[in-house]
């Protein structure tokens, strides 16, 4: 069964860090982006940043550039998001998923597959 599941959410103060991990199973990796998405209460889920298979292709929403850093270690079959410098307006449900094989998109529809989310909670 394909799986995403993500980590590391929680909850931290204005200018602090997170590191969330989303672990796949089977080869859902190969050949596809992974995308981070987010969710905030009344908001729909949003682009949050993309790194292609090989890694060389990653692309960042406005609301995170030079804040946040996605990577991924295939062998692992896992990505990692850093986030730097959060903001309150960062809260949100914090979703991975796996595009679809051997497309770039940054649209939820060309997502597959999901993982549960994690929770980021950013105090002011």
């Known amino acids: 069964q394909v799986q995403l599941v993500e980590s590391g959410g929680g909850l931290v103060q204005t200018g602090g860090s997170l590191r969330l991990s989303c672990a796949g199973s089977?080869?859902?990796?190969?050949?596809?982006?992974i995308a981070w998405f987010r969710q905030a209460p009344g908001k729909d889920r949003e682009f949050v940043v993309l790194t292609g298979w090989n890694s060389g292709s990653t692309y960042y929403g406005d609301s995170v550039k030079g804040r946040f850093t996605i990577s991924r270690d295939n062998a692992k079959n896992t990505v990692y998001l850093q986030m730097n410098n959060l903001k309150p307006e960062d809260t949100a449900v914090y979703y991975c998923?796996?595009?679809?094989?051997?497309?770039?998109?940054?649209?939820?529809?060309?997502?597959?597959?999901w993982g549960q989310g994690t929770q980021v909670t950013v105090s002011s």
């Open positions: 998923a796996a595009g679809r094989r051997d497309t770039i998109a940054t649209a939820k529809s060309e997502y597959e597959y």
């Open positions: 089977g080869d859902i990796f190969s050949r596809r982006a």
